[in-house]
């Protein structure tokens, strides 16, 4: 099964075409990404209509590639899954009316993707990882642990209470003057930095919910950069690798208290551990959970950097999970600036939100 899968949800415009064989294993035939963080570097953060007609603008050159590079044309195809939120809804608008008009033409299933669940999902395309999972979500918009049943079955278990983790780190490379997108930058300085010259609170340490928090770390590192201001490169290092090191201890605490929860109350065993969305690019983060899977015996998957953050393989595979599935959406699917993958799940404060990247 080949399904065209195309992205929009912010600022970065793709699409990929990815095959599901019959096992449910899956492969990646085509996967292009462009990325507009030229066009709004000038503003320090993303402009949502400068975002919207940078889509329009490249959107059907980016299918033609996609298709091209696979060595496909629409009559190969079995399905055109496009990512109908949550994110900045005039991107959205672009990405699923164009798989709409494609469906419409050429007579294609739509698959109306939820954005967090192709992030959800990816772990099976890439190491066809078996359901149930527990999922550490970390992205620019959303901080959140999900028990991962099945297809469409997602149960939240904790979320942040204030901040999200990619969000942190923009806003602390906004304080440091490293530029945006932020999480790359800072992780970059903190290779360089000593992680104990600062240190910055381990927010919801040893707490018994799930949940997270960031903002107040993200004042500390705001006080320690007015202490010592003006900074030099030195400092700038040493604050990002503190920070980074802060974060990694409380998303470790985090997870292993699900990983300990699951199996006590819940009495669930056999399920491994999957990280996915942009900060899971983050190397210290990855590090610290597959030390910490690892001694607790838990199997630890975490997708290539390049499929954690945003693109379209992982929107065409999530439309190919839910195709193999009959899952299928009708030409009146609508956009959605909000969408939460557990809908039963009451919303904390801070969910839910267009994130640091809007
Ligand atoms: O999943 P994603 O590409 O977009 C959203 O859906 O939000 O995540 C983007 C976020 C940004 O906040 C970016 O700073 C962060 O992921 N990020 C990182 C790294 N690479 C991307 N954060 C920390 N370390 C990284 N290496
Ligand atoms: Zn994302």
């Given at each position: 099964m080949l399904v065209l899968g195309i992205e929009?949800?912010?600022?970065?415009t793709a699409a990929a075409i990815v095959e599901r064989r019959?096992?449910?294993?899956g492969r990646i035939a085509s996967n292009i990404v462009r990325?507009?963080?030229?066009?709004?570097?000038?503003?320090?953060?993303?402009?949502?209509?400068?975002?919207?007609?940078?889509?329009?603008?490249v959107l059907d050159t980016l299918i033609a590639r996609a298709m091209k590079d696979a060595g496909v044309n629409f009559a190969s195809l079995q399905g055109v899954a496009a990512?109908?939120?949550?994110?900045?809804?005039?991107?959205?608008?672009?990405g699923?009316t164009t798989a709409k008009a494609i469906a419409l033409v050429h007579n294609l299933p739509l698959l109306?993707?939820?954005?967090?669940?192709?992030?959800?999902?990816?772990?099976?395309?890439?190491?066809?990882?078996?359901?149930?999972?527990?999922?550490?979500?970390?992205?620019?918009?959303?901080?959140?642990?999900?028990?991962?049943?099945?297809?469409?079955?997602?149960?939240?278990?904790?979320?942040?209470?204030?901040?999200?983790?990619?969000?942190?780190?923009?806003?602390?490379?906004?304080?440091?003057?490293?530029?945006?997108?932020?999480?790359?930058?800072?992780?970059?300085?903190?290779?360089?930095?000593?992680?104990?010259?600062?240190?910055?609170?381990?927010?919801?340490?040893?707490?018994?919910?799930?949940?997270?928090?960031?903002?107040?770390?993200?004042?500390?590192?705001?006080?320690?950069?007015?202490?010592?201001?003006?900074?030099?490169?030195?400092?700038?290092?040493?604050?990002?690798?503190?920070?980074?090191?802060?974060?990694?201890?409380?998303?470790?605490?985090?997870?292993?208290?699900?990983?300990?929860?699951?199996?006590?109350?819940?009495?669930?065993?056999?399920?491994?551990?999957?990280?996915?969305?942009?900060?899971?690019?983050?190397?210290?983060?990855?590090?610290?959970?597959?030390?910490?899977?690892?001694?607790?015996?838990?199997?630890?998957?975490?997708?290539?950097?390049?499929?954690?953050?945003?693109?379209a393989a992982?929107i065409a595979w999530?439309g190919a999970?839910?195709l193999a599935?009959?899952?299928v959406?009708?030409l009146?699917?609508?956009?959605?600036?909000?969408?939460?993958?557990?809908?039963?799940?009451?919303?904390?404060?801070?969910?839910?939100?267009?994130?640091?990247?809007?």
């Open positions: 929009t949800t912010c600022d970065e019959d096992d449910g294993s990325s507009q963080d030229a066009e709004h570097a000038p503003y320090g953060g993303i402009v949502p209509e400068i975002a919207a007609r940078a889509h329009v603008n990512a109908a939120g949550p994110g900045l809804v005039g991107g959205v608008i672009v699923l109306a993707i939820n954005h967090l669940e192709a992030h959800a999902l990816t772990a099976r395309l890439t190491d066809n990882v078996k359901f149930p999972y527990l999922l550490l979500l970390v992205s620019g918009g959303h901080t959140q642990l999900l028990w991962i049943g099945d297809v469409g079955q997602y149960r939240r278990l904790g979320s942040t209470l204030d901040d999200a983790l990619g969000e942190a780190f923009d806003k602390v490379a906004k304080l440091l003057g490293l530029g945006f997108p932020g999480g790359p930058l800072v992780s970059a300085q903190a290779a360089a930095g000593d992680a104990t010259r600062f240190a910055f609170p381990r927010p919801m340490l040893g707490r018994d919910d799930l949940n997270f928090s960031f903002s107040g770390l993200k004042t500390a590192v705001r006080q320690t950069v007015q202490t010592n201001a003006p900074l030099d490169g030195p400092t700038i290092a040493d604050i990002a690798a503190s920070f980074e090191a802060a974060v990694a201890e409380s998303v470790q605490d985090r997870v292993a208290r699900a990983i300990a929860m699951l199996r006590d109350d819940e009495g669930r065993k056999g399920f491994s551990l999957v990280v996915a969305g942009g900060v899971a690019a983050n190397e210290k983060l990855r590090a610290g959970l597959k030390t910490l899977a690892e001694r607790l015996g838990v199997p630890f998957i975490v997708p290539p950097p390049a499929l954690c953050t945003d693109n992982t999530a999970e839910r599935r009959g899952l959406d009708d009146g699917a609508a956009p959605r600036a909000r969408w939460a993958l557990d809908e039963k799940a009451v919303p904390l404060l801070g969910s839910g939100r267009l994130g640091a990247k809007a």
